[in-house]
């Protein structure tokens, strides 16, 4: 009896010391799970972040390409010196543009005024 005693007692400590090691083991796991979800948080930051600078560089892009087409379609259809002082002699010519009732040139600032 005393000898079945003594193998249940080993038997018993080897369980305890398994239990031990598993606890170890357990923390080390729980750690790294931590470790595991401040990384995922992290890399959903950076991939929020960096999903906020790609549309910032399409839109930055697009007005790019917008300028340049502005700027080549004016150099396509640029109007001479000549035809601009030609119109404008025009316009006032046909007395479609005139100044504020009682303006003189040398009241420029009456011109910026707004009308009543």
């Given at each position: 009896v005393?000898?079945?005693l003594i193998d249940r007692d080993k038997e018993i400590q080897a369980l305890v010391e398994t239990a031990i090691q598993m606890r170890g083991r357990q923390r080390d796991i729980d750690w790294?799970?931590?470790q595991i979800d401040m990384r995922k948080n992290d890399l959903e930051d950076l991939q929020n972040r960096l999903y906020d600078a790609e549309k910032l560089l399409?839109?930055?892009v697009h007005q790019g390409k917008q300028k340049l087409d502005s700027i080549e379609k004016a150099q396509q259809g640029a109007v001479s010196p000549e035809k601009?002082?030609?119109y404008a002699h025009k316009i006032s010519q046909a007395s479609t543009a005139v100044s504020p009732?009682?303006?003189?040139?040398s009241e420029l600032q009456n011109f910026l005024l707004p009308l009543a």
């Amino acid at each position: 009896v005393l000898d079945k005693l003594i193998d249940r007692d080993k038997e018993i400590q080897a369980l305890v010391e398994t239990a031990i090691q598993m606890r170890g083991r357990q923390r080390d796991i729980d750690w790294f799970e931590n470790q595991i979800d401040m990384r995922k948080n992290d890399l959903e930051d950076l991939q929020n972040r960096l999903y906020d600078a790609e549309k910032l560089l399409e839109l930055t892009v697009h007005q790019g390409k917008q300028k340049l087409d502005s700027i080549e379609k004016a150099q396509q259809g640029a109007v001479s010196p000549e035809k601009l002082i030609h119109y404008a002699h025009k316009i006032s010519q046909a007395s479609t543009a005139v100044s504020p009732v009682g303006w003189q040139p040398s009241e420029l600032q009456n011109f910026l005024l707004p009308l009543a």
